[in-house]
């Protein structure tokens, strides 16, 4: 492939060094502007740009190739996953798709056994068309893998924690035996995780891939995607795909996701550990969840996603549909507490396959309303169960 010539939009990100997390959110590719001395990023809301003479411009020539707004997020976001470089998408599946474009006709690619449903039906029902091949593997065994490994194997697609079953898997295991694997790459996915809470490259991985739309955005209102990495030719591909295809974000769209937002769920897991409707709690925060070391070695908290079982699909449907202040709704990581029957929503598309997910489970994201109110509003949905 001849990759063209790309505009500042993709150019190395530069931060300086020494500056913490928050302050990279922050300032990093937000200095303020240039004419008017704005503090906040403007939303460059513009198709087109004016040109000195023919091929003599500011940096920007055309909306789709880049956009200065555009440009701030993904210097930010490459800053906060400690990345050279970042490129931004107009959706997380965007994004991957950028990525699997890497491959060719009989290339492999090898996906954890719980995937999320998006990444599953992208790879298997559209690249599966054009003779890409995948397998479903379990992860959080690195030696098994390194056993069986597949024929002409490209790239290894790991979420961590995953979603919705909160496996957590050991970064730098799996980045160990792909690295004797010079023709393949290691992706991870750290939608759930978050830079704040985990950065896959420091840990081996050669791409990081978000779903922006989710704690990244942070407030609902926004879809995206993106994604790091340090490797130039990996972001030579990147940028001359965002490019050549057009998936770009709005600049409203980076505008808003420049903001972010975090949580925290302990309380709410303390309250489905101890409740007698509950059969299983998955948070890799709990010391009896399988990935418990391995999360604590590579992120630096344990993030706002919980899953449960109910014991029935017919329970789990019932909790779901009972919450008041948890909304009933696909997607996550925002403000306000979400609240999904993975099985009949987010991973419909997974269903009979490998990746299936338990008919009881019911997925959690918290927000940052008052606890008491959450806990009070799902104890109350888990009490209707008879």
């Not at 599946?93 to 992208?122: C, Q, S, W």
């Not at 893998?145 to 050991?170: G, I, R, S």
């Not at 604590?296 to 909790?319: C, D, I, N, P, Y």
């Amino acid at each position: 492939m001849t990759i063209e010539p790309e505009s500042r939009s993709s150019e190395e990100a530069e931060t300086p060094a020494g500056w913490g997390f928050s302050t990279k959110a922050i300032h990093a590719g937000q200095d303020p502007e240039s004419t008017t001395g704005a503090v906040t990023v403007p939303v460059f809301q513009t198709s087109t740009f004016a040109q000195d003479a023919v091929g003599k411009h500011s940096g920007y020539e055309y909306a789709r190739t880049g956009n200065p707004t555009r440009t701030a997020l993904q210097t930010a976001l490459a800053a906060l996953e400690g990345a050279r470089f970042g490129v931004s998408f107009a959706s997380g599946l965007a994004a991957e798709d950028a990525i699997l474009r890497l491959l060719e006709p009989g290339d492999h690619v090898v996906m954890g056994n719980d995937a999320y449903g998006g990444t599953f039906r992208l790879i298997s029902k559209v690249f599966g068309r054009v003779g890409i091949t995948w397998s479903a593997h379990d992860l959080t065994d690195p030696a098994a893998l390194d056993a069986a490994w597949p024929e002409n194997t490209k790239l290894v697609w790991v979420e961590t924690p995953t979603n919705p079953l909160l496996t957590v898997v050991d970064i730098a295991a799996v980045a160990a035996v792909t690295a004797r694997r010079p023709q393949a790459r290691l992706v991870v996915d750290n939608t759930f995780a978050t830079p704040y809470l985990q950065q896959p490259l420091a840990h081996g991985a050669d791409i990081v891939v978000h779903s922006t739309t989710k704690y990244l955005g942070g407030h609902s209102d926004v879809v995206g995607g993106f994604v790091a990495t340090d490797d130039a030719d990996v972001h030579d591909h990147l940028a001359f795909v965002q490019n050549a295809v057009g998936a770009v974000p709005a600049p409203w769209d980076c505008y808003l996701t420049l903001r972010g937002a975090k949580t925290n769920a302990a309380r709410i897991v303390d309250l489905l550990v101890g409740h007698p409707k509950v059969e299983r709690v998955l948070w890799p925060g709990l010391s009896s969840h399988p990935g418990h070391a391995a999360a604590k070695r590579q992120m630096s908290g344990f993030g706002g996603m919980v899953s449960f079982t109910t014991g029935s699909r017919e329970s789990a449907l019932l909790v779901a549909e009972s919450t008041e202040l948890f909304t009933l709704a696909e997607s996550l990581g925002a403000v306000e507490s979400l609240i999904e029957h993975p099985g009949a929503m987010t991973h419909a598309s997974a269903a009979g396959s490998p990746l299936e997910v338990p008919e009881d489970l019911v997925r959690l994201s918290v927000g940052i309303e008052d606890v008491d109110d959450l806990v009070a509003d799902l104890t109350q949905a888990l009490n209707r169960i008879p």
